[in-house]
């Protein structure tokens, strides 16, 4: 994809975020995108760098170490981690990353919390990955152990939690995703309520093909590979 391309694609996404927030009422301003370049090369990160975005997101730490490798620091652009982390790629995670958006466990918060205290590093941004579908397949906390479990995270010193991430269910049933959409804003909401250290700023839910009524339902970050970029 080139450079005239993404950016005319992004217009594209930007109108469409913005009718999004209008009929829920709410400034599109609340909602930013974070383009996600896995499966594309690391031309990509330049190439939505260019169009003024200032942050990407990645799935996988060996992809993303590889293309910091061939591209070195991009100043101004914040990597995410948005897939599944394996404890034994903790530590290139911490080292890799701004921000980990895929806390899907106490456990992994421990490992990422004494990581960064070895390192010596300052807190890591996270979002604590809730799956309001309770498909077995996907991680995250359920609806039932989501408050306690961003509760615990929140008390690691290492970790600044920002908010809640979700990746809602492989369906294209609008009902199914505006109800899970819906929960993990209530979760958001109580989050905010209940823990004192529960930053409460982002809400990180909408991919490509739902993030529309992912916005209708207070999502204030949505995640996009293929709209931005095109198939992988
Ligand atoms: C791949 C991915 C996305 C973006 O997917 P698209 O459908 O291409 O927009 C968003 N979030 C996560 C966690 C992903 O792995």
Do not use: Y
């Amino acid at each position: 994809m080139t450079s005239d391309g993404i950016d005319a694609r992004l217009a594209g996404v930007i109108r469409r975020v913005e009718r999004a927030a209008e009929r829920a009422g709410r400034s599109p301003d609340e909602v930013e995108i974070l383009p996600v370049t896995k499966g594309h090369s690391a031309d990509a990160i330049r190439s939505v760098a260019a169009a003024g975005l200032r942050a990407i997101g990645e799935n996988r730490v060996p992809e993303a170490e590889a293309k910091r490798a061939e591209i070195g620091p991009t100043p101004g652009v914040a990597w995410h981690m948005i897939g599944r982390l394996q404890r034994n790629k903790a530590r290139r995670a911490v080292r890799l990353f701004d921000a980990i958006e895929s806390v899907d466990s106490v456990r992994l918060a421990e490992t990422l919390h004494r990581i960064v205290c070895e390192e010596e590093r300052d807190p890591v941004d996270v979002l604590v990955q809730v799956n309001t579908a309770d498909e077995s397949a996907k991680t995250g906390f359920r609806s039932d152990e989501a408050v306690s479990g961003a509760r615990a995270v929140a008390e690691l010193s290492g970790l600044r939690v920002a908010g809640l991430m979700m990746m809602a269910p492989f369906t294209s049933d609008e009902g199914v995703l505006r109800s899970a959409f819906r929960e993990a804003s209530r979760l958001f909401e109580r989050c905010r309520d209940e823990i004192p250290k529960f930053e409460g700023r982002t809400l990180s839910m909408g991919m490509s093909n739902d993030f529309e009524l992912a916005v209708e339902e207070g999502s204030t970050r949505v995640r996009l590979g293929t709209v931005i970029l095109g198939e992988r």
